[in-house]
């Protein structure tokens, strides 16, 4: 959340799970080292205790210089008793908000997280930062704005399990509408931007009203807020990820291709056999989205025998490897010339690349998108969908529990 870093990616090579925060601050691979560092702290274990219902930690921790007492794990353990943060990718975007999510993210198999879930209708931080613990002085928050506090209830009530969600939904929005009411949108509009991607079968559906036709403010556009409007899911168990807790990886295009970090990303991939797909997240959230992702035929290749690939469609992933490799090098020896992330600097340049590349693949499945509510039958244990609507999914494989009958909607966990 904001803009500290949970999880990198070199930490997360050398593991073989995905740890929680607590594990990473027992750890010391994240410190209280600064004023954020330790409100941080202090919000999270407070709503992990009181909203969440986790125990108290067994031990205490204090550093005067940040007047920091907090509970603190006594043991790896303890601090393992603690959940992983996840969010509903409900808009169906090619990367959610990276300044929030990370430059990396992760598509988490359902199957597997279902049982582990409880899902709050909005950023739980954010409710106890300005609901409890700044409950006297409840000015707008930074990114989110006015926030309702009464829109729900600071209580384990409150949440939800999938297949038990209906008390979720109106609370996952009454509690920023202000924000859209400024710009003159009524409740049952806001209700129609946040549900139509996820329950019809496009990702740009004809209304009389869409986002991009209605007023922006130039400090908080339309498209910055709706990807606010997540909801949190506390996956309350580990990842292991060896138990197919993953399905799709996402790096980012203009912040990753070609660099040290994307091949480090590709070696990940590969290593656990997971696919990897590039998304081109805006550099601000004035840059009109793209809601595609380019499979990268580098990871795809070696994992050829998982997916369900046509002779003719693995053909066309061998034709697209040399596209890609020539981009890829392009990109490194610019990367070389101007340092890690020459596309801050010119982004215009960089969504030009991306568009040269994104139409010089020519396999089916080079390009997919989050699937809508009726597409891909088998979506149990698919990752996109094509622009001829064919469905990029793993191959039948003999673990049961990866096949269970479950909701598709996609999760997203922080690997920043």
């Known amino acids: 959340g904001y803009t500290v870093d949970d999880l990198n ?17 027992y750890s010391n691979i994240l410190q209280v080292d ?9 919000l999270e274990d407070s709503s992990e205790r009181e909203l969440l219902g986790f125990q108290n930690f067994t031990s205490r921790r204090s550093i005067t210089k940040f007047n920091f007492s907090e509970q603190w794990p006594s043991s790896l353990q303890e601090a393992y008793t603690r959940p992983i943060y ?29 049982p582990m879930l409880l899902i709050a209708p909005s950023d739980t931080g954010l409710k106890a930062n300005v609901c409890r613990i700044n409950r006297d002085n409840r000015g707008p928050d930074r990114y989110f704005g006015p926030y309702d506090c009464d829109a729900w209830e600071y209580s384990p009530s409150a949440l939800g399990v999938p297949g038990n969600l209906d008390h979720v939904i ?15 949108i009524s409740f049952g509009e ?18 009389e009203r869409t986002p991009e036709d209605l007023l922006e403010t130039p400090e908080v556009p339309l498209s910055f807020l709706l990807s606010l409007l997540y909801m949190e ?28 970090y994307g091949k480090m990303l590709q070696e990940w991939a590969i290593s656990n056999g997971w696919l990897l797909a590039w998304a081109l997240a805006p550099k601000n959230a004035l840059v009109k989205e793209t809601t595609w992702r380019i499979v990268d035929p580098m990871v795809a290749i070696k994992l050829i025998g998982d997916l369900n690939y046509s ?24 990367i070389g010339v101007l340092g890690e992330y020459p596309w801050d600097v010119s982004f215009s340049a960089w969504v030009s690349k991306w568009s040269d590349l994104k139409h010089s693949l020519k396999g089916d499945k080079s390009k997919i998108r989050a699937f809508g509510s009726s597409q891909c039958p088998q979506f149990k244990r698919c990752v996109g969908i094509t622009d001829k609507e064919s469905c990029l999914c793993y191959a039948e494989v003999e673990d049961t529990r990866y096949f269970e009958e479950i909701r598709h909607e996609e999760m997203f966990e922080v690997n920043k």
């Not at 090619?94 to 597997?112: E, H």
């Open 233 to 260: 899911h506390a996956v309350v168990g580990n990842l292991l990820f060896r138990e197919k807790t993953v399905n799709l990886v996402i790096g980012s295009f203009s912040k990753l291709f070609g660099s040290s």
């Open 190 to 207: 806001l209700l129609a931007m946040q549900y139509r991607r996820l329950l019809h079968n496009e990702t740009s559906v004809p209304q």
């Open 86 to 114: 996840a969010a509903s990718n409900i808009q169906r975007s090619a990367l959610p908000n990276p300044f929030f999510f990370g430059d990396v993210q992760i598509v988490l198999n359902r199957v597997q997280v279902d």
């Open 34 to 42: 600064s004023e954020l560092a330790a409100f941080r702290w202090t």
């Open 311 to 334: 002779p003719s469609e693995k053909d066309s992933l061998s034709n697209d490897m040399a596209e890609f490799e020539r981009a890829w090098e392009n990109a490194e020896d610019v």
């Open 9 to 25: 990616l070199t930490v997360a090579m050398q593991n073989d799970f995905y740890p929680n925060v607590r594990t990473l601050y």
């Open 170 to 184: 109106l609370p996952n929005l009454l509690p920023t509408f202000a924000n859209f009411q400024k710009l003159n």
